[in-house]
T-cell receptor, first 112, second 114 residues
C-alpha cells in the first residue's frame, strides 16, 4: 500500500458520477488496475489500462492515466446502489515478479 | 462460470490447530498467488508460484506454508493459527500471455480462529 495511495471514502448520490483517484510512485508500472470488492467477497477486476494509454472507456467506466503525474482515476457514470463497494487501485511493475501493489481501497457509498 | 474456486468459503479453526485452505483454477494460468486481507486493508501478498517455482514474501511468517501439486491446485497451510491470523484469504491467478497480464481472484476464504 505505501506505493499506491487512494482516498479512503467517497459518498455519491445515485445517478451522479463518481470519481476515484489514485497515485502511484513506480514509474516503471506497466499495468494499472481497478478492482471492486463487495462485502465478504473476493476482488473483481473492473478494468485495467496499459501504461502507454491515456484513457480507456468501458461502458459506464472511464479510466484516465496521467503518467507524468503518476495519477490514475476511475470515473463511474450514472452511479447505482450496486456500485457501493470498496475500489482498489493496483499497479504492476515492469518486472518478472508478477506482483501487484494495492492501494488501501476507497469505500464508495451510494446514497439515494 | 467460476474460474478461480476457493474452498471452503468459511473456515473456523481453533487456536493452534492446523488448517488448510484450497484453491483451484480452470484458467490454466502459470502464476498463482495467496493473499491475506484483514478488515479495511489492502490484500497482502503472502507468496506466489510461477509454475512450480515458489516465491515467498520476506515478511510472510513461517507459520504459513503452501503447496502446488499441479497447475490447477494450490493450498495454503497454516501450521499453528493464532488469533492474529483471522482474515480473508484470497487466491489469485495470472496469465503470462502478452496483453492479458491480469490477476483473477477467487471469492476468498474467511478464516475465524477461536
Amino acid at each position: 500500500g505505501e506505493d499506491v495511495e487512494q482516498s479512503l471514502f467517497l459518498s455519491v448520490r445515485e445517478g451522479d458520477s463518481s470519481v476515484i483517484n489514485c497515485t502511484y510512485t513506480d514509474s516503471s508500472s506497466t499495468y494499472l488496475y481497478w478492482y471492486k470488492q463487495e462485502p465478504g467477497a473476493g476482488l473483481q477486476l473492473l478494468t485495467y489500462i496499459f501504461s502507454n494509454m491515456d484513457m480507456k472507456q468501458d461502458q459506464r467506466l472511464t479510466v484516465l492515466l496521467n503518467k507524468k503525474d503518476k495519477h490514475l482515476s476511475l470515473r463511474i457514470a450514472d452511479t447505482q446502489t450496486g456500485d457501493s463497494a470498496i475500489y482498489f487501485c493496483a499497479e504492476s511493475p515492469n518486472s518478472n515478479d508478477y506482483k501487484l501493489s494495492f492501494g488501501a481501497g476507497t469505500t464508495v457509498t451510494v446514497r439515494a | 462460470d467460476a474460474m478461480v474456486i476457493q474452498n471452503p468459503r468459511y473456515q473456523v479453526t481453533q487456536f493452534g490447530k492446523p488448517v488448510t485452505l484450497s484453491c483451484s483454477q480452470t484458467l490454466n494460468h502459470n502464476v498463482m498467488y495467496w493473499y491475506q486481507q484483514k478488515s479495511s486493508q489492502a490484500p497482502k501478498l503472502l507468496f506466489h508460484y510461477y509454475d512450480k517455482d515458489f516465491n515467498n514474501e520476506a515478511d510472510t511468517p513461517d507459520n504459513f506454508q503452501s503447496r502446488r501439486p499441479n497447475t490447477s491446485f494450490c493450498f495454503l497451510d497454516i501450521r499453528s493459527p493464532g488469533l492474529g491470523d483471522a482474515a480473508m484469504y484470497l487466491c489469485a491467478t495470472r496469465s503470462l500471455q502478452r496483453g492479458q497480464e491480469t490477476q483473477y481472484f477467487g471469492p476468498g476464504t474467511r478464516l475465524l480462529v477461536l
